[in-house]
């Protein structure tokens, strides 16, 4: 599962408009909800944003108050709070504008000013460029891991304001020059997507390996999806009667649980192909479903259902509730043959 690629509606400019986005309409349309002046501190930080980018393009061709909408609301649809809004909203102005973080600090508060501040330290870490030789490349990784793990630990939104600019980046990067691309994908698969799978955002990470993955593998990628897309609409049934016949085995034994399924993300599979030398016919779980329970128990009471339902996998089973992971993800992972095996 993926972040949906970030809609922002165009229109002529008009009074309330912003480089033709009716801001009106994308804070109505703003996941969540949020006090009138919560909505105020971010609609003042749209107007100021518009004023100091006034003109100003992107490399990737768009105007900047349409990035920093972009990169809002993929924060607002992971329900980060107005403060962490306004200060996306405003990340740029202290690079391409003459604002200084007391205009910001001023206007906007304490709070946010931080949060801009943050963000702007943690731009340095493109001084740390990927590099193909192995102990530059693991230096630079520390280096700026340790940069962005400092400013995490002063307050964790700064890191998601980065990632969510990171995510854009990618999203975008087809405008670029190939180099470009290509560093740009780099450091993400090297600090970015590692970072998100350490704070569990795993709707970032997949999105960011799989975008990285399509400029740094360009040809394996496209093999994957192709082979995906044939199976797809297929899946997407098999999916389905899959959910529906669990969601009803827990139901019988009252079991609250919410059952959901997916397609596992391409990096993903070419990760398991590399580690098993297997092809991607050979790879059992490409389609993936979750159970969410509200409680441990709950937990293994499911896992016994899903088990005497269906014939597990031997060598595909991870109690990652046993022994969680370094990053207190909690879950328990396994493999079985569903129905046509």
Same mark, same amino acid.
């Given at each position: 599962?993926?972040?949906?690629?970030t809609?922002?509606?165009?229109?002529?400019n008009k009074?309330?408009?912003?480089?033709? *986005?009716?801001i009106?309409?994308?804070?109505?349309?703003?996941?969540?909800?949020? /006090?009138?002046?919560?909505? &105020?501190?971010?609609?003042?930080a749209?107007?100021?944003?518009?004023q100091s980018? !006034?003109?100003?393009?992107?490399? +990737? =061709?768009?105007? #900047?108050?349409? %990035?920093?909408?972009?990169v809002? /609301? @993929?924060?607002?649809?992971?329900?980060?709070?107005?403060?962490?809004? =306004?200060a996306?909203?405003? !990340?740029?102005?202290?690079d391409d504008?003459? *604002?200084?973080?007391? &205009?910001?600090?001023q206007?906007f508060?304490?709070?946010?000013?931080?949060?801009?501040?943050?963000?702007?330290?943690?731009? !340095?870490?493109?001084?740390?460029q990927? +590099?193909i030789?192995?102990?530059?490349?693991?230096?630079a !990784?520390?280096e700026?891991? %340790?940069?962005?793990?400092?400013a995490?630990?002063?307050? *964790?939104?700064?890191?998601?304001?980065?990632?969510a $600019?990171?995510?854009?980046?990618?999203?975008?990067?087809?405008?670029l020059?190939?180099?470009?691309?290509? %560093?740009?994908?780099?450091?993400?698969m090297?600090?970015?997507?590692?970072? =998100?799978n350490?704070?569990?955002?795993?709707?970032i990470?997949?999105?960011?390996e799989?975008?990285?993955f399509s #400029?740094?593998?360009?040809?394996?990628? %496209?093999?994957?999806?192709?082979s995906?897309?044939?199976?797809r609409?297929d899946r997407?049934h098999?999916?389905? &009667?899959f959910?529906?016949?669990l969601q +009803?085995?827990l139901?019988?034994?009252?079991? =609250?649980?919410?059952?959901s399924?997916?397609a596992?993300?391409? #990096?993903?599979i070419?990760?398991?192909m590399?580690?098993? +030398?297997?092809?991607?016919?050979?790879?059992?779980d490409?389609?993936?479903?979750?159970?969410?329970? &509200? @409680?441990?128990?709950?937990? $293994?009471?499911?896992l016994?259902?899903?088990?005497?339902?269906?014939?597990?996998?031997?060598?595909?089973?991870?109690d990652?509730?046993a @022994?969680?992971?370094?990053?207190?993800y909690?879950s328990?992972?396994?493999?079985?043959?569903?129905?046509?095996?």
């Amino acid at each position: 599962m993926t972040l949906k690629p970030t809609m922002v509606s165009f229109v002529t400019n008009k009074p309330g408009s912003y480089q033709g *986005v009716d801001i009106e309409e994308w804070l109505a349309n703003l996941p969540g909800n949020r /006090l009138p002046e919560h909505l &105020d501190l971010i609609r003042r930080a749209c107007w100021f944003a518009d004023q100091s980018h !006034h003109g100003q393009i992107h490399a +990737s =061709a768009e105007p #900047y108050i349409n %990035r920093a909408l972009a990169v809002a /609301l @993929t924060l607002a649809e992971l329900q980060l709070d107005h403060e962490t809004l =306004a200060a996306a909203i405003l !990340h740029d102005v202290l690079d391409d504008a003459s *604002v200084s973080l007391h &205009d910001i600090n001023q206007q906007f508060g304490k709070a946010v000013a931080f949060l801009v501040d943050g963000v702007t330290r943690m731009e !340095h870490i493109h001084e740390f460029q990927v +590099s193909i030789e192995r102990g530059r490349k693991e230096r630079a !990784h520390a280096e700026s891991l %340790r940069k962005m793990l400092l400013a995490m630990a002063e307050d *964790v939104r700064v890191v998601l304001i980065k990632l969510a $600019y990171q995510l854009h980046a990618m999203r975008t990067l087809d405008s670029l020059p190939e180099y470009e691309q290509q %560093r740009i994908a780099g450091e993400t698969m090297e600090i970015y997507a590692p970072l =998100a799978n350490r704070l569990g955002i795993w709707r970032i990470k997949w999105e960011l390996e799989d975008l990285a993955f399509s #400029y740094l593998h360009p040809d394996a990628f %496209r093999r994957i999806a192709s082979s995906l897309a044939e199976r797809r609409v297929d899946r997407e049934h098999y999916i389905e &009667d899959f959910v529906a016949t669990l969601q +009803s085995e827990l139901n019988r034994a009252d079991v =609250a649980a919410e059952v959901s399924g997916r397609a596992k993300h391409i #990096y993903g599979i070419w990760k398991k192909m590399q580690s098993k +030398s297997q092809d991607f016919h050979q790879i059992y779980d490409v389609s993936a479903v979750r159970v969410l329970v &509200d @409680t441990v128990p709950q937990c $293994y009471q499911a896992l016994g259902i899903v088990h005497t339902r269906w014939q597990y996998l031997s060598g595909e089973f991870d109690d990652y509730i046993a @022994t969680p992971k370094k990053n207190d993800y909690r879950s328990i992972h396994t493999a079985v043959f569903g129905p046509a095996g």
